[in-house]
């Protein structure tokens, strides 16, 4: 089996500068492509900013910013981006035509035994790799928002991925001193996204069902079940376009993970994409890390049971039809969404029966999608 040594990430955008700068910084040689020379420009300056505040902090020092950066090479042109490589990740806009084209590309260009690893976040890994002619050696690596900070890398292997592609791209993630969470299975959403992503719809059925104001339930949300922050101001940090993709791609795939709220679609509609244009959920001054005020006395005024069983029913989802387990959702949860407490500790706090009610209750009311999964079912 080969050993990984020199890494080209493929798009230089807000993933691929960052993955890039945590590769190097394990000690690996990477190349970074992109298709124009102004946004690999970008991306070094980004990059170079990055180590300069790490050096500020006394986290590296100067000559090892400086070693760190020079193992980093802009490059343009593909052949030459990918001629040493053992080990390509994919970053280029979340768009399958284009992956696709990405992907013929590359499969002409680099060496039979190079590995192609996928970051995105909702499109199946399996169509990608069988767009390539070694289906066996692609794999999803899913990097979290910012790379240089967050510890998850949940890593998804496609339906013909070979088992030592699998271990050496968990070494590899572990190498790059990341937590690897395995989604043993390709499906939509992945661990976290399939958390996450139904969750801000169902709040926003809360909001219409039960009348409460979005400050109540993010409240609740934050104050009751451990998340960092609201689940409307984390859609809105997270961005409605990301969101209305990832629900997109998702409720096509899958019409059992997600009940699409018309609300996401008509703020991404509006251009109202959260913290980055100003207006999501909420509104926003400039400062980019404004926080919204939630309280614990807000968070008494909203019975947070719909969301509990929302997610809990995804988590069994996963579990049931053998994507993970709950040892390791309660990871990607704590590393990837920020949770202080683990979900199967708020739902026991709740009462698994009481979970599994609500849920035949909005089942009876709103149909199948609410049906309680069979092992909340059995763990009643
Ligand atoms: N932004 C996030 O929060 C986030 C989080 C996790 C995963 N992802 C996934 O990561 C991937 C990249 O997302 P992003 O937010 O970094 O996008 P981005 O738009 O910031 O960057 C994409 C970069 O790819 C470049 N590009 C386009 N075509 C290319 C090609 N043929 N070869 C090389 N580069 C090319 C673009 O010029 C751009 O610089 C997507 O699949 C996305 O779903 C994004």
Not at 178 to 205: M, S, T
Request: proline share 5%.
């Amino acid at each position: 089996m080969l050993e990984i040594k020199n890494i080209t990430v493929l798009g230089s955008g807000i993933m691929g500068h960052g993955i890039a700068q945590v590769s190097a910084m394990s000690g690996y040689n990477v190349v970074l492509r992109d298709i124009e020379q102004k946004f690999l420009d970008k991306a070094m300056e980004k990059i170079k900013w990055s180590l300069d505040k790490l050096v500020s902090k006394e986290k590296i020092s100067q000559s090892q910013a400086e070693q760190i950066y020079s193992r980093i090479k802009p490059v343009i042109d593909l052949k030459e981006a990918v001629k040493d490589c053992q080990l390509v990740i994919e970053a280029v806009p979340e768009i399958m035509d284009l992956k696709r084209k990405v992907y013929d590309e590359l499969d002409k260009v680099a060496s039979d035994d190079v590995i192609f690893a996928s970051n995105t976040s909702t499109l199946p890994i399996t169509e990608i790799a069988n767009t390539t002619s070694r289906p066996n050696r692609v794999i999803g690596i899913h990097f979290f928002n910012p790379p240089q900070l967050m510890k998850l890398v949940e890593v998804i292997p496609g339906k013909q991925t070979s088992s030592e592609i699998v271990d050496k791209t968990v070494e590899f993630v572990r190498s790059v001193k990341k937590e690897p969470v395995l989604c043993k299975k390709d499906v939509p959403g992945f661990i976290v996204n399939r958390l996450f992503i139904p969750l801000v719809h169902e709040a926003c059925y809360v909001m219409d069902r039960q009348k409460n104001q979005l400050t109540e339930i993010d409240s609740a949300v934050k104050f009751k079940l451990g998340f960092p922050m609201g689940i409307f101001e984390l859609a809105d940090f997270t961005g409605m376009d990301v969101i209305h993709k990832a629900t997109v791609e998702m409720h096509q795939r899958d019409k059992k993970v997600i009940n699409p709220h018309p609300k996401i679609e008509q703020l991404y509609n509006e251009k109202k994409m959260g913290q980055k244009s100003g207006e999501g959920f909420y509104k926003y001054s400039d400062d980019k890390y404004e926080r919204i005020p939630l309280t614990e006395d807000l968070a008494q005024k909203c019975n947070p049971i719909q969301l509990v069983a929302n997610i809990l029913n995804n988590a069994a989802w996963l579990v049931t039809n053998k994507a993970s387990d709950i040892q390791e959702i309660e990871k990607a949860a704590q590393l990837g969404l920020g949770l202080k407490k683990p979900l199967f500790e708020t739902a026991k706090e709740y009462g698994i029966s009481n979970i599994v009610k609500e849920l035949e209750g909005l089942a009876s009311k709103h149909g199948k999608f609410y049906e309680p999964d069979p092992l909340l079912v059995s763990m009643k």
